[in-house]
């Protein structure tokens, strides 16, 4: 398979909060865990940033993603191609193993 697979396992959010050294205001930001599989023997473990509502963050729910187009662009300056970490988004592939898949009726 040639797509970009990222699993999230449990919708658990990882709060940090703290003051910047440099401005002095305070900050917060929610992580979740998630794995890369990407061809080696066991996917890779990394935490993506999640955005904030007024309810707090919103969580992913377990399953397999990929990434959003807007998620990836070309650096500008030098031509590389990158992953806007700080606006990276994903779009859900696949439910989790062993969870009924969800169902969705298009058009009526």
Do not use: W
């Not at 050294?21 to 890779?44: C, F, R, T, V």
Request: aromatic share 8%; glycine share 10%.
């Amino acid at each position: 398979m040639s797509d970009v697979r990222i699993e999230i396992v449990s919708k658990a959010v990882n709060t940090l909060e703290g003051v910047s050294k440099s401005s002095g205001k305070p900050y917060k930001m929610h992580k979740q865990e998630a794995y890369l599989h990407n061809g080696h023997h066991y996917p890779d473990r990394f935490e993506i940033s999640l955005q904030d509502s007024d309810l707090g963050p919103v969580a992913y729910e377990p399953g397999f993603y990929t990434l959003a187009p807007g998620s990836i662009s070309v650096n500008r300056e030098y031509g590389n191609l990158e992953i806007n970490r700080y606006e990276m988004k994903l779009l859900r592939i696949e439910d989790a193993p062993g969870k009924p898949a969800a169902t969705s009726k298009v058009g009526g």
